[in-house]
């Protein structure tokens, strides 16, 4: 099968030149007990794969990336009775083991297990499978490595889906729309008659602006430096965008005192500052991006029991993915998640490299990949 491969990472840019994705022919692996083999459809790019190229994110290399993808099943392994090959399946970046203490509480995106196993570049069911075709070992990414025709993932990876769901829509479900929208729904709980702030205008944070939207009366101001960007926010449901520099006067203008919910998309510390100056006394931070490790906050500790306010971490948008996938997308077939807004393109996986370019840019919201 076809692989993108990362053998080094934190090359120079323009990836297009440094070229750190590599296509190279690994043998298909079979799933062993526990396990399916995926007929990967398509794939799509995110920033979580820019942070383990530019080294913002350490991964045991070589790596066959990518994480959030669609495809049917091709094959079972032993003990995997309740899926059938020929279905369709969503991807999910952690698999839950279903016995760990988040599992048992009921937050399986936090599962223990998964994220050890997504660690070291392995399964949740075992060591990793992949082999080069001189038998090096080629390490999983978060459990699925999308960026190949064929996938082995555990079970508890894969999320069956109607087939009337195209594979461009529901691609863009197992990452982006779990994140953005999980965001606001599970760990924000936005409100009836709240006002929300999205910071940063990729996929993850459009999704967040579709979900506020679905929510009565809210109040949405979607901020990002990319005009093209502003004007997709609206399209998505905003209320109103602005450039960053332009934040506190739109909520001056459409929240009063401050917002009681803010996304932060970005993945940057001084963003998640400038959120948290934005809030209303009772408002949360929900912290979304992925930041360098070695960045830092500086705030005043008084604002959290002086104010009431909450910074929030939110992992996969505190999802329960055999949940949560199912009914976003019915949300989607009722026209109230617009997602296909959000499908730049549909390119082979050679444009790969390229492609880091145009999302590191933001020339790009989602491009999708066919595992020609």
């Known amino acids: ?72 099943i091709a094959a079972l392994g032993a003990d995997v009775d309740d899926v059938h090959v020929g279905d369709h399946v969503v991807l999910v970046f952690v698999p839950s083991c279903g016995g760990c203490r988040a599992c048992l509480a009921g937050r399986p995106a936090l599962c223990h297990r998964g994220a050890a196993s997504n660690n070291t570049g392995d399964l949740l069911h075992g060591d990793a499978v992949l082999r ?36 461009d829509v529901a691609a863009m479900f197992g990452c982006a729309a779990l994140t953005g929208i999980g965001a606001v729904l599970n760990t924000g709980q936005l409100a009836a008659g709240q006002s929300v702030i999205v910071f940063g205008l990729g996929a993850v944070g459009l999704m967040a602006v579709m979900a506020a939207a679905q929510v009565a009366g809210t109040t949405i101001i979607a901020i990002d430096p990319l005009p093209d960007k502003q004007d997709l926010a609206l399209r998505c449901g905003a209320t109103a965008a602005g450039t960053p520099d332009q934040a506190v006067a739109l909520v001056a203008e459409h929240a009063g005192d401050g917002v009681d919910l803010a996304i932060e998309a970005v993945g940057n510390s001084r963003v998640m500052e400038a959120c948290l100056a934005l809030l209303t006394r009772g408002g949360a931070l929900v912290s979304v991006g992925l930041p360098h490790p070695d960045q830092t906050i500086t705030t005043s500790a008084l604002q959290f029991a002086g104010m009431g306010r909450r910074l929030l971490g939110c992992y996969m948008g505190d999802s329960v993915p055999s949940r949560d996938i199912p009914a976003y997308l019915d949300m989607w077939r009722a026209g109230r998640l617009p997602v296909e807004l959000l499908h730049t393109d549909t390119r082979p996986l050679c444009d790969l490299n390229e492609s880091l370019d145009a999302l590191a840019e933001g020339r790009v919201v989602r491009r999708l990949f066919t595992m020609a």
Request: net charge negative.
């Open 1 to 72: 099968m076809l692989s993108a491969l990362l053998r080094t990472s934190g090359l120079s840019w323009p990836y297009s030149e440094s070229a750190p994705l590599t296509l190279e022919r690994l043998p298909v692996p079979s799933p062993r007990a526990g396990e399916v083999l995926v007929k990967v459809e398509r794939a799509s790019l995110c920033h979580s794969d820019l942070s383990v190229i530019d080294a913002s994110r350490i991964r045991p290399l070589p790596m066959a990336l990518g994480h959030e993808a669609a495809g049917t």
């Open 132 to 167: 080069s075709e001189t038998g090096e070992r080629v390490n999983h990414h978060l459990g699925v490595s999308a960026f190949s025709q064929y996938a082995v993932v555990a079970r508890e990876s894969a999320v069956v889906i109607e087939r009337d769901v195209p594979f």
